[in-house]
């Protein structure tokens, strides 16, 4: 048989999808170590970002930390974090799957705030708005959109990188594909494809399920109004900020 052959007969086993390490438990595990990650970056970069927009700082800062997380081997942080005091497990997976939610989260909390109208802000003082009602009045509410975009392309980021914390036994769908290369191509040839396709359908999924719940977040307001955030944080950042 060829490898999709394969692939299809491994997806057709009832007992690869209900065994304890099976189909349905190793997504659950995926979508729990993604969620722990995207949730631990939030919790660092939404509050940091909201900051560093609402006062006008920081610009160039975002930028730096978003292209140097692109020069991060994604392996090499999923290796080191389990050989420190941290040790093997969800919270060395969690923590490194982290650092790589935090970059489009920071940005997108940044441009957000950088976005919102400077009249709309003036209009904002003149009602006598103090700086902290400005923000979760005014600034926020406007920002959802920057926000939620920077949630989804976190979250499918992570949910895709997650699958390699498999080479430290780290769990999720990679170590369908972890044990498919360990029977060998030519036997496990099927289960390594059906593994990847796996992988693909849930980014789909989150990416889908996440898209729908950006466009439920956006004010009515704007709507009406085709509104899409800028491609880089450097796009959108004025000269000198």
Same mark, same amino acid.
């Given at each position: 048989?060829? %490898?999709?052959?394969?692939?299809?007969?491994?997806? &057709?086993?009832?007992? &690869?999808?209900?065994?304890?390490?099976?189909?349905?438990?190793?997504?659950?595990?995926?979508?729990?170590?993604?969620?722990?990650?995207?949730?631990?970056?939030?919790?660092?970069?939404?509050?940091?970002?909201?900051?560093?927009?609402?006062?006008?700082?920081?610009? +160039?800062?975002?930028?730096?930390?978003?292209?140097?997380?692109?020069?991060?081997?994604?392996?090499?942080?999923?290796?080191?974090? *389990?050989?420190?005091?941290?040790?093997?497990? +969800? *919270?060395?997976?969690?923590?490194?799957?982290?650092?790589?939610?935090? *970059? +489009?989260?920071?940005?997108?909390?940044?441009?957000?705030?950088?976005?919102?109208?400077?009249?709309?802000?003036?209009?904002?003082?003149?009602?006598?708005?103090?700086?902290? @009602?400005?923000?979760?009045?005014?600034?926020?509410?406007?920002?959802?959109?920057?926000?939620?975009? /920077?949630?989804?392309?976190?979250?499918? @980021?992570?949910?895709?990188?997650?699958?390699?914390?498999?080479?430290? &036994?780290? /769990?999720?769908?990679?170590?369908?594909?972890?044990?498919?290369?360990?029977?060998?191509?030519?036997?496990?040839?099927? @289960?390594?494809?059906?593994?990847?396709?796996? %992988?693909?359908?849930?980014?789909?999924?989150?990416?889908?399920?996440?898209?729908?719940?950006?466009?439920?977040?956006?004010?009515?307001?704007?709507?009406? %109004?085709?509104?899409?955030?800028?491609?880089?944080?450097?796009?959108?950042? *004025?000269?000198?900020?």
């Amino acid at each position: 048989m060829s %490898v999709i052959e394969d692939a299809i007969v491994w997806l &057709n086993d009832p007992l &690869n999808w209900t065994n304890p390490d099976g189909i349905f438990a190793r997504t659950a595990e995926h979508l729990w170590i993604s969620a722990a990650a995207v949730a631990l970056g939030c919790a660092v970069a939404w509050p940091l970002g909201v900051l560093m927009g609402h006062v006008g700082r920081g610009g +160039p800062a975002v930028v730096t930390v978003t292209n140097l997380s692109r020069a991060v081997p994604t392996v090499a942080l999923l290796t080191i974090f *389990p050989l420190t005091a941290i040790g093997f497990g +969800p *919270p060395a997976i969690i923590l490194a799957l982290s650092l790589f939610a935090i *970059p +489009p989260l920071l940005a997108n909390a940044y441009l957000g705030l950088r976005e919102v109208d400077p009249e709309v802000r003036d209009a904002g003082r003149g009602m006598g708005l103090s700086g902290w @009602q400005l923000l979760r009045k005014v600034e926020l509410p406007l920002a959802v959109p920057y926000l939620a975009n /920077g949630f989804r392309i976190a979250a499918v @980021q992570v949910v895709a990188t997650a699958t390699l914390a498999a080479y430290v &036994n780290g /769990g999720g769908l990679g170590m369908i594909i972890s044990r498919g290369f360990g029977l060998g191509l030519a036997s496990g040839g099927g @289960q390594v494809l059906a593994g990847g396709l796996l %992988v693909a359908l849930l980014c789909l999924a989150v990416e889908g399920v996440l898209a729908l719940a950006e466009k439920a977040l956006l004010p009515k307001s704007l709507r009406r %109004v085709k509104h899409r955030p800028p491609a880089s944080v450097a796009d959108a950042l *004025p000269a000198g900020s």
